[in-house]
């Protein structure tokens, strides 16, 4: 199973960009996908994730600002981010809770994306 991360960059405060995740390989089902992000010197942090069924969660920061949704037919997890400020600037990985054939459940972390935001 592979986890492949697309769309960070460097924005202006106020801007929005939209990080994407696309999980392959032999998975059998997916029980939860969600993104994380790392500052630098700082430890890493779950900024929102989105369970099977649809519930989901976000840190306190995201909340009104970040939007997570789940492709099933993709398999790929969103993260939409709007309003950004210079303190969301970080490198987010996408991570994944995937049921599969050998593992029969494992935890995947994507290779990480740069987010930064300028002032």
């Known amino acids: 199973v592979q986890l492949q991360e697309s769309g960070g960059g460097l924005v202006q405060a106020g801007g929005s960009l939209r990080l994407s995740c696309e999980a392959s390989?032999?998975?059998?089902?997916?029980?939860?996908m969600g993104w994380y992000r790392q500052p630098p010197g700082k430890q890493r942090e779950l900024v929102a994730s989105v369970a099977h069924e649809g519930r989901t969660t976000y840190t306190d920061s995201a909340k009104g600002r970040f939007t997570i949704s789940f492709d099933n037919a993709e398999n790929t997890v969103y993260l939409q981010m709007n309003s950004l400020r210079p303190e969301d600037s970080a490198v987010y990985y996408c991570?994944?809770?995937?049921?599969?054939?050998?593992?029969?459940?494992?935890?995947?972390w994507g290779q990480g994306t740069q987010v930064t935001v300028s002032s």
């Open positions: 991570n994944a809770d995937i049921s599969g054939y050998d593992p029969s459940e494992y935890i995947y």
């Open positions: 390989g032999r998975i059998i089902a997916i029980n939860d």
